[in-house]
């Protein structure tokens, strides 16, 4: 194949992403090597949380409390605070632990609800049909309003919700190589980290690496 060709179907592959807009419509489950149990676990905890939301949609009280242990599992994750305890949240938010227990069974629970809404706002943000370069400002624009969650979770090196946010981006087309699929997704989730660990997500310097991860083509990799 001559070097145009080749340049040609680089462009024509590259071409293929899929800008979703629909919750789970960018993941590719399994294929990234995410565990099923993991995924029917945090599927079942989705469906459990919206019949809960739900049901207190209107509750004015039940809400203010949701936004108090939001605000407490923010303070915690911007100290960098690990195995953050009910007991602890509660004295914090000055919230009975009983009331704590009507919302989440641990802070585990609540941390993964907190980052499922984070994800569910940005897919809401996403139009069908996004041009990859305007989707990628979407996705800065979206880690520098919630700066404070990823400088503490990039700082674990804590990468899981990037990774969903990314394959809402980016989601594949059957016929991509998938060895270089996962080497695309994993070098714009690097990109982004850096961004993060090296700049303090710069606003400054955020064009810079938004243009560094256009330059990026998933068959560079050519596995």
Known sequence: MSHSGAQS???????????????GAGAVGGQLGEESE??????????????????NR?????????????????RALAKRRIGLKASEL????????????????SCDEALIWYELRLEEEFVRSLPQNLRRELAFVRLFSFISKHQR??????????MFLLMRLVKH????????N???????VWSVQAMIWCWGECDNFSAAKAEIYRKKLMMLRVMDYGL
């Open 169 to 176: 981006v980016c989601a594949p087309r059957a016929e991509l």
């Open 38 to 55: 993991s995924q029917d676990r945090f599927q079942s905890r989705r469906e459990s949380d919206a019949r809960r939301r739900t049901s």
């Open 9 to 23: 179907q680089s462009a024509d592959l590259d071409n293929s992403f899929n800008f979703a807009s629909s919750p």
């Open 149 to 158: 969650y990823f400088s503490a979770t990039f700082q674990n090196q804590n």
């Open 58 to 74: 209107d509750d004015e009280r039940f809400l203010r409390q949701e936004k108090l242990i939001q605000h407490e599992l923010e």
């Open 90 to 105: 509660c004295r914090e938010a000055k919230m009975a632990r009983s009331t704590f227990y009507t919302h989440y069974k």
């Open 178 to 184: 998938q060895k270089a699929y996962v080497l695309y």
